[in-house]
């Protein structure tokens, strides 16, 4: 019997260890209030219509999941099986929303419950929800305020992901039993961390960086929605991504609507996925002022129109791009000596 107690105890000692200290992640410092938001709006949803474009490249990725804005980070947090979540945006409104998806996430067991509290019978159930959840008065009142708010907006984009998902047959939590039991534990586990942070300024992004190497972690997925193309990439944004743990497995995943760059037909969006090493290859670079000058040399995927994959550095990368140019040009020859356009 002694002998089955001190096993017993070492597997729970060992299980223990293997925990990563999530400590530093719970005391996460906020960015300032921004003097502005972009047009003055709240990006309450998503309007990034073709997010299983991501689902190939952050399957399964693990580790930490670092995303700004709002729903779309439960979609592709799911697909990566996420071990922490970390949610940002620099509007205090969509980090208020995401306190509401949190106890909406812990009352609801299934993808049918889920839906379900977020139509307008279910405003009651919800508010009492946010009432008993959060002790804070001001946490309390802003997640009132961001559900009275964004809760028919919410209701009809979660409508819009299954359609979406049904058609190209992927699994979404808001129907797949596994991807919601996933996300779910982790809120159940305090798992989830949500911060008014900005990419550009000094304290939240460097700050989840020590917090993911403090755990001994890595970010699995960083997803930048488009966020990338309202500012340069300035010392402070560079210093910010370097201090975010990935490597050669990591991947970046993120929108454009910039002109000069393709669209995915229909949409206003680039979609682009790269991997840690390479971004962080670029960000090196003091030639890569913006993400435009650097999603210029992101090859084609070949399979949909708008989506690129950039997993090379700005040498190697410029140096292929040349080589497309040079090849084209005894096509152009050939044509213009026939006569054809």
Not at 24 to 52: C, K, Q, T
Not at 63 to 70: H, I, K, L, N
Not at 115 to 137: C, H, M, N
């Amino acid at each position: 019997m002694r002998v089955l107690a001190l096993l017993v105890a070492l597997a729970s000692s060992v299980a223990f260890a293997s925990e990563p200290d999530l400590a530093a992640f719970a005391s996460l410092p906020a960015d300032p209030v921004p003097p502005e938001l972009v047009r003055g709006l709240h990006y309450w949803i998503s309007n990034e219509n073709h997010l299983e474009l991501f689902h190939d490249a952050v399957k399964d990725k693990g580790g930490v999941y670092v995303g700004v804005g709002s729903d779309q980070n439960y979609l592709l947090g799911a697909w990566a099986r996420a071990e922490v979540l970390v949610l940002l945006d620099f509007d205090q409104s969509i980090v208020d929303l995401h306190r509401v998806y949190r106890v909406v996430f812990r009352a609801a067991e299934t993808p049918a419950d889920f839906l379900r509290l977020w139509t307008l019978k279910s405003r009651p159930e919800v508010r009492r929800l946010i009432q008993e959840g959060y002790a804070d008065p001001r946490e309390r009142a802003s997640a009132l305020r961001a559900h009275g708010t964004a809760r028919w907006a919410v209701e009809r984009r979660l409508k819009r992901v299954v359609e979406q998902m049904t058609k190209v047959s992927l699994p979404c939590f808001l129907v797949d039993e596994a991807d919601y039991a996933h996300l779910r534990r982790l809120f159940l586990d305090d798992k989830v961390f949500m911060l008014r942070g900005d990419l550009t300024a000094q304290r939240g992004v460097s700050a989840v960086g020590r917090a993911v190497a403090r755990a001994g972690m890595k970010v699995g997925v960083l997803y930048l929605s488009n966020a990338e193309q309202y500012f340069p990439y300035d010392r402070r944004y560079r210093s910010n991504i370097r201090e975010l743990p990935m490597d050669e497995g990591s991947v970046v995943v993120r929108t454009s609507g910039q002109r000069g760059v393709s669209h995915v037909k229909g949409t206003y969006y680039h979609y682009n996925t790269q991997s840690g090493a390479s971004f962080r290859e670029w960000l090196a670079d003091a030639k890569t002022r913006d993400s435009r000058a650097m999603l210029r040399y992101a090859p084609p995927s070949g399979t949909v129109y708008g989506l690129s994959r950039l997993d090379i550095g700005p040498e190697e990368a410029r140096e292929a791009m040349k080589q497309r140019l040079l090849a084209k040009r005894p096509v152009k020859k050939v044509k213009k000596a026939r006569g054809l356009p």
